[in-house]
């Protein structure tokens, strides 16, 4: 089984600080050969059903629905060759700020400190 965002998780690239490769235009996963169900990890029960538009019905209890619609917006998920092919997460690039490496402050920790201000690019 392929571990899609291995290495690309958004925890990783604040820990080892590698935002900026968030900026790449794709992250690319398995192969899909067609729309339709799937059993992605062999137990003989489908898994996922890749579809796009409308969400179709199934049978399979606990099956869960990807719409890879190519009209979709940045940051959603499609295939390479719209009804068939790897799987893109991101299409389309985003920014990535600096300033995303330190996480936001809580607001009941700065209401106790009022001293403590937020860290920078959050609100």
């Known amino acids: 089984m392929e571990l899609i965002f291995e290495g690309r998780r958004p925890d990783d690239l604040r820990r080892w600080k590698i ?38 019905a199934s049978t399979t209890p606990g099956i869960a629905f990807v719409d890879v619609s190519t009209s979709t917006a940045v940051g959603r998920i499609q295939l390479s060759n719209g009804t068939s092919g790897e799987v893109r997460w991101n299409p389309g690039a985003r920014q990535w700020l600096d300033a995303k490496y330190l996480y936001p402050i809580p607001e009941d920790v700065r209401v106790r400190n009022p001293k403590l201000g937020q860290n920078p690019g959050w609100m």
């Open 19 to 56: 935002g900026e490769l968030f900026q790449s235009a794709d992250m690319n996963g398995m192969y899909v050969p067609a729309l339709g169900e799937y059993d992605l990890n062999g137990d003989g029960v489908k898994d996922v059903y890749f579809y796009q538009g409308t969400k179709p």
